[in-house]
């Protein structure tokens, strides 16, 4: 027995040495739980980076260790984050769904000598709480702003706004408010409704007592959208001719089929469209599809990885594979390329991704298949709600 | 004037839905007095059975409803078998830990072969659409859910009240020693109302989805909902929980239409009085 232990502690010491140029990167996410298929994403979207472009980066190996933060726990997050760090020896940390568990990691950069790379969570400030954090993914103000002028532009002068009671939707409702009041419409209302809302028809009541035209929403995917959209049918403010806006959260891919005829001809905006037609983006999909294993669930979260595992992978060549965060973050500034999105770039001043935001219409191809149809581009958005961070 | 009858429909059919589920629970926990935490599991079973009847094998509505009672019935009849039976009588603490187990496993078993997405339950034409009232549109849906609420606290009320069934269950409910000394089979009589108990949950599961939509969380998410119709009812009382749906759905909504910001606020306010004033919920029949 006292053999065999000896043995493998020889074995482990051994297998440490061969590794000695393994490069580990932290990913923190949502694996279990019920956000358990963003983290899937994620996960997809760094299996489909390495069965594109291989394990290694020059002569070093990336090693990927996963942690599970089911829901959004600031708390949890940042213990892992340290142990990451501190036990595991990662250079690099990345993932996070939830802004909230973004920020709490952010504190341990600067003294860790980690950059971190934000592959979802969508709240502007992330990016201003810590130099060395660079975003892969969006903001809920870059997705918003353009659906407001489409709002406009379709003939809508009074619109009301839905969305739910937290960060990000609140988020939403500050910035279609700008964006629409600066192309000259108005906001009648703004409502928020709580998280755990599951009838929305006298929402739907309120909606059509305040005279608005049209409705601009955000809600978190799952179970609520399905409900929302069904009572934006059901109480007739379809027929009525009320408009319908919302964010590409309400018709992230993996609803479409559970929203089915319901959603058929829904606006929103977003910067990633499963369907989205370029060769980059086919090869992508090719992959990640591989990867996730059922692609009726691959969604956005999986090319935040995707290009996120981009980014620290120029970062590993830059510093040679040597621990420098600084010049890590310095390296990807300004940095620029063909995303399975479409063109992106890092901007420099504010280390959050620059990319085109689509329009996009649920349509039904020729399978039977419900998809987000990109109708229209905004290039090269950036983000709008950076001004607006506290200081 | 309007917006006053159109609150007041909505707030009849959310109060019937919630009925609808909750009654099986109110079966279990005042009848048998079993703190059935799974029963959210169990109406989500029903679910993904009619989902999968129709979505997937192209079967009809109707048909989709009776193979999710029928197959949640056949899987909870080894679990009360062999699990449900010990905990006939054990204390409180017990039982919330068993059910609360077996909600985890049907959770985890779900995900795992049906997958985190959102299922549902593809309604037939007739369902389909909405139907004109004059003042407002009505999802043609929500009218059969009311439909089914009425009928299906009507045919309880019978069923406990009337019928030679009822009578030896309320029999056992009261004293299971002397009902099991006159020849009653109480076991069975256990059984059976477990089973009724379970096909009320799949069938409210099935025609809730469209509210309530299908995801493996399902089985927790609205257990509180649940938990708080059959308290402020009145454990076991049908005609309680009636009334505690249609209040509480009043209040939600009408909170929900007037002030949406406060949330669940003054729904909570409602239990919290009707809890203090009424211990026993507004139609106790306990002891």
Known sequence: ?391 | MQTVLSIAVDALAYGMVLFVISIGLSVTMGLMRVVNLAHGAFAMIGGYFASYAVRDLGLGYAAGILIAIVGTVIIAIPVERFLYRRIYGAPQLTQVLMTIGITFCVIGITNFTFGPTLKTVPLPAMLQGSVDLGFRSIATHRIFVIICGFAVAAGLWFLIERTNFGIKLRATIDNAAMTAALGVRTELVYAVSFAVAIALAAFGGVIGAELLPLEPYYALRYMVTFLVVVSVGGAGSIPGALIACLLLGAIDTTGRYLAPEYGEFFFYLAVILIVTLFPRGLVGRMK
């Open chain 1, 1 to 391: 027995m006292k053999k065999l232990f000896a043995a493998a502690v020889a074995l482990v010491a051994l297998s440490g040495a061969a590794y000695a140029d393994t490069i580990k990167i932290g990913v923190i996410g949502p694996f279990s739980g019920p956000f358990a298929l963003q983290g899937k994403n994620f996960k997809a979207g760094i299996d489909a980076w390495f069965a594109l472009n291989g394990n290694k980066v020059g002569s070093d190996e990336i090693q990927i260790v996963y942690r599970d933060v089911p829901q959004a726990d600031p708390a949890r997050s940042k213990a892992l984050a340290q142990e990451l760090v501190v036990r595991e020896g990662v250079q690099y940390l990345a993932g996070f769904y939830f802004t909230p568990d973004a920020m709490a990691a952010t504190a341990l950069l600067q003294q860790g000598n980690v950059p971190m790379v934000v592959m979802n969570a969508a709240t502007s400030a992330i990016i201003t709480s810590s130099p060395l954090v660079v975003r892969t993914s969006f903001t809920t103000w870059q997705t918003t702003t353009p659906i407001a002028k489409v709002a406009k532009e379709q003939g809508v002068t009074k619109a009301i706004t839905l969305v739910s009671d937290y960060g990000p939707g609140i988020d939403a409702e500050n910035a279609f408010k700008a964006a629409f009041e600066k192309e000259g419409g108005k906001v009648v209302e703004t409502i928020r409704m709580p998280l755990s809302t599951n009838d929305f028809a006298p929402l739907m009541q309120r909606v059509k007592d305040s005279g608005a035209e049209g409705l601009f929403t955000f809600l978190p995917s799952g179970p609520p959208t399905l409900a929302f959209v069904k009572a934006y049918n059901d109480n007739g403010l379809k027929t009525r001719g009320v408009k319908f806006y919302a964010t590409g959260d309400l018709t992230q891919e993996s609803d479409l089929p559970a929203l089915g005829d319901a959603a058929l001809g829904l606006q929103t905006t977003y910067h990633y469209a499963v369907s989205h037609d370029s060769p980059e983006n086919k090869t992508f999909v090719a992959a990640a599809e591989k990867a996730i294993g059922n692609p009726t669930e691959l969604s956005f979260p999986a090319v935040g990885a995707f290009d996120g595992m981009y980014v620290i992978s120029k970062m590993i060549e830059a510093t040679g594979g040597k621990q420098d965060a600084k010049k890590a973050v310095e390296a990807v500034k300004g940095l620029s390329w063909t995303s399975p999105r479409g063109p992106v770039s890092i901007d420099p001043d504010s280390r959050h991704i620059t990319e085109n935001i689509y329009l996009r219409e649920v349509s039904k191809d020729a399978n039977g298949k419900y998809y987000n149809k990109e109708v229209r581009t905004f290039e090269k958005q950036g983000d709008p709600g950076l001004g607006f961070v506290k200081k």
